[in-house]
């Protein structure tokens, strides 16, 4: 089991560190042509959702490769979490349907699963 979490908070790690990084790199025309939902908001929040994203990455993997502040871990999880919670939510709000939420949605679950398990039966 302390594989599958190691594997699911490393995927978990790479898809936020990219989708953070695409965030604070790509222009806002370049992020709207990609992701319609950019334009109901101001760069600065764009911004700084990648940011948390990036920090969320990051808490899912050094303090477990590190032992320094363990407890950070199911943190940074519980944090994306919410983080895609609300993602689900502007896209439900958007109308853009649930294709476009599921993601959202599938992170968010496997965000959880690994607060969870960190938290409860699996601590590092």
């Known amino acids: ?69 363990t407890v950070l871990v199911p943190l940074a999880a519980a944090g994306l979490a919410i983080t895609m919670v609300f993602a689900a939510l502007v896209h439900i709000r958007r109308g853009d349907g649930p294709r476009a939420a599921l993601p959202s949605i599938v992170l968010a679950l496997c965000s959880v699963f690994v607060a969870w398990s960190r938290f409860g039966p699996y601590p590092l």
């Open 1 to 69: 089991m302390n594989l599958l979490l190691w594997i699911l908070a490393f995927a978990l790690a790479a898809v936020f560190l990219g989708a953070g990084v695409a965030k604070l790199v790509d222009t806002r025309d370049r992020q709207i042509g990609r992701t319609p939902y950019v334009e109901d908001f101001p760069q600065i929040v764009i911004r700084g959702i990648g940011v948390l994203e990036i920090l969320g990455a990051l808490g899912l993997i050094i303090p477990a490769l590190t032992g320094i502040a």
